[in-house]
C-alpha cells in the first residue's frame, strides 16, 4: 500500500505561481511513474503531468512551457512547478503513483489550486 500526501494548493492570482508537492510513503527509486491529474468543477479528471523512474517526463499540451515535474529520490517526493497560471487552471490536484506498468494506481487525497481572475 502505497499513500501519498500532496501540499502547496491555494488561492493564487493570474500570473502566479505555485509548487505543489506530493509526499510518497515508499522509496520511490523504482516506481514506474508518478505524476499528476486534476479535476475542474463538472469536469472529467485529467492527465497534467507525468515522471518515470528514468526521469523522463510528459506534459499535457494545455500546460506545456509553463509547469515543470520533478522528483526528489532522498525524499520520496514529486514535485509540479506551476508558473503563468491561468483561471481555467483552477482545479483540485491529485496526485498518483504507479508502481508497475501494469500495477494498481494510487491516489492522493487532492489540493486545491483556485486561480483568480
Known amino acids: 500500500q502505497v499513500q501519498l500526501v500532496e501540499s502547496g494548493g491555494g488561492l493564487v492570482q493570474t500570473g502566479g505561481s505555485l509548487r505543489l508537492s506530493c509526499a510518497a510513503s515508499?522509496?520511490?527509486?523504482?516506481?514506474?511513474?508518478m505524476g499528476w491529474y486534476r479535476q475542474a468543477p463538472g469536469k472529467q479528471r485529467e492527465l497534467v503531468a507525468g515522471i518515470t523512474r528514468s526521469d523522463s517526463t510528459n506534459y499535457a499540451d494545455f500546460v506545456k512551457g509553463r509547469f515543470a515535474i520533478s522528483r526528489d529520490i532522498a525524499k520520496n517526493t514529486v514535485y509540479l512547478q506551476m508558473n503563468s497560471l491561468k483561471p481555467e487552471d483552477t482545479a483540485v490536484y491529485y496526485c498518483?503513483?504507479?508502481?508497475?506498468?501494469?500495477?494498481?494506481?494510487?491516489w492522493g487525497q487532492g489540493t486545491q489550486v483556485p486561480v483568480s481572475s
Open positions: 515508499n522509496s520511490i527509486t523504482s516506481t514506474y511513474v
Open positions: 498518483y503513483s504507479k508502481l508497475g506498468p501494469i500495477s494498481t494506481v494510487y
